[in-house]
């Protein structure tokens, strides 16, 4: 699936206080528009990802399917203010995600009633915290999703060994004090090889979000709250999502256990669950399975966001 580059303009909405920054971009197609306006996909990273990492291209590929995208990034991160710089706070995601729909469903010709949500990683965690919170949704899109905080760690302990894990848990505890003690933030890398300090660090993480990384990406992040991520369970919420979801699962993922993913998906209502045979990081633009994995996206949106024929 060959796609042209889209214009995107820089805006800006505000979540609890602070300002974030996000790409709109604008559908180059009319297929799904209505007198109502055009469908929106509102897109987030995963784990210390940016709006700049590999993202534009899932965006562009749905604007010339006829659908808009509102592409940002988490406060800490990227183009986004806040401090400490690189935290990754759950609970602050989630507000920002909250916020970001609220603000795509104010964008000049875009149908409020047909916003969809869209995560990977992490965030394919997030959107079913966000969907279960929001039943006006269209849908959502979870790719490669962490839907179980003590899965993912128990899946980082196999690859990475109970020493590194001990390590890691330190840190994080160091980063916790210093946070209770207003001291400067405590920092360890985001990703490294196997065995290095870092929170992605499988087999092939390393390289993979390297080759992603665009130009306000940071390998690092702050352990002020680490030890929090393994107490994180969103997919406990998918029995309470009405929306039709999208669950992409990379069969052979050893940063997000895809196994994990596949029974949250056995959960929702209503689900599509596609398989890959590839790892965590092999769907982004450029690898083997992108072209694929953005054409069943395309497909379910434009399936799911098509307005009813007359009189139906």
């Known amino acids: 699936m060959r796609v042209q580059k889209t214009a995107r303009a820089d805006i800006s909405f505000r979540s609890n206080g602070v300002e974030s920054a996000a790409w709109h971009y604008r559908a180059t197609s009319k297929t799904l528009a209505t007198e109502k306006g055009r469908p929106c996909v509102v897109l987030a990273h995963g784990f210390g990802g940016t709006r700049d990492s590999g993202l534009e291209g899932f965006a562009e590929a749905f604007a010339a399917a006829g659908v808009d995208s509102l592409v940002f990034d988490y406060r800490t991160f990227g183009a986004s203010a806040g401090e400490p710089r690189q935290l990754v706070d759950i609970d602050a995601q989630l507000e920002d995600y909250t916020a970001a729909v609220t603000c795509a469903r104010t964008l000049d010709d875009v149908d409020a009633d047909r916003v969809v949500v869209w995560g990977v990683s992490l965030s394919g965690g997030h959107v079913f915290r966000i969907a279960a919170g929001d039943q006006r949704l269209a849908g959502a899109i979870s790719l490669t999703p962490a839907t179980d905080g003590a899965a993912t760690a128990r899946l980082s302990v196999k690859h990475n060994g109970v020493g590194r894990a001990l390590t890691t848990s330190a840190a994080g505890l160091v980063g916790a004090v210093a946070a209770a003690r207003n001291k400067h933030p405590f920092y360890q890398p985001l990703t490294g090889h196997p065995g290095d300090p870092g929170a992605v660090n499988a087999p092939g993480a390393f390289e993979g979000y390297t080759a992603i990384a665009g130009p ?15 107490r994180y369970h969103p997919g406990r919420e998918a029995p309470k999502i009405s929306c039709p979801v999208l669950v992409q699962i990379a069969d052979l993922d050893q940063s997000a256990p895809p196994l994990v993913a596949a029974e949250t998906a056995k959960k929702l209502r209503s689900a599509e669950v596609r398989h890959y045979p590839c790892d965590h990081f ?31």
């Open 216 to 230: 306000t990406w940071e390998n690092r992040y702050t352990m002020r709250n680490a030890l929090s991520f393994a």
């Open 282 to 312: 092999d769907v982004y633009p450029g690898r083997e399975w992108h072209e694929q994995v953005v054409r069943h996206q395309v497909d379910f949106l434009s399936r799911r966001l098509a307005s009813p024929p007359p009189g139906s």
